[in-house]
């Protein structure tokens, strides 16, 4: 879950208003984004200077699809979270600032996919983020 601080606050004629202040990465967000499959969600958890690295069958690690900035992650994003198939954040976890989470996904036909990553942040935000992933063929 996202890490969340509760603050009290107490106005001068003693009424206390809580607010919800969140720190660090949100992964209620992730998680919100990735299995409500929604890309522009998931576009707000990324800096703007961000960097992507796929790695697959199709882009090996000596050549991985390497994806920087908003736009070029945005249009990622777009591309598979427009597809039709289940998408389900399997585990998250935040360490300072690192993030390490895994997807699992399927397709109408059966076909499945799993991808993990792991991630740097910088105030809440993905910077650095290397993915792998695979499928049944």
Known sequence: ?????LVRLVTSTSKETTMTAMHGFDTEALRRGIEGRDATALLSLYADDAEIRMVDHQTQPSHPRVMHGRSAISEML????NRDMTHKLESVVVDGDHVAFMESCRY??????????????????IVDQ?????WDE
């Open 1 to 5: 879950m996202g890490r969340i601080a």
């Open 78 to 81: 777009n591309d598979v979270y």
């Open 130 to 134: 290397t993915s792998i992933q695979a």
């Open 108 to 125: 109408p036909d059966g076909v499945r996919v799993l991808a993990s990553s792991v991630a740097d942040l910088r105030d809440g935000r």
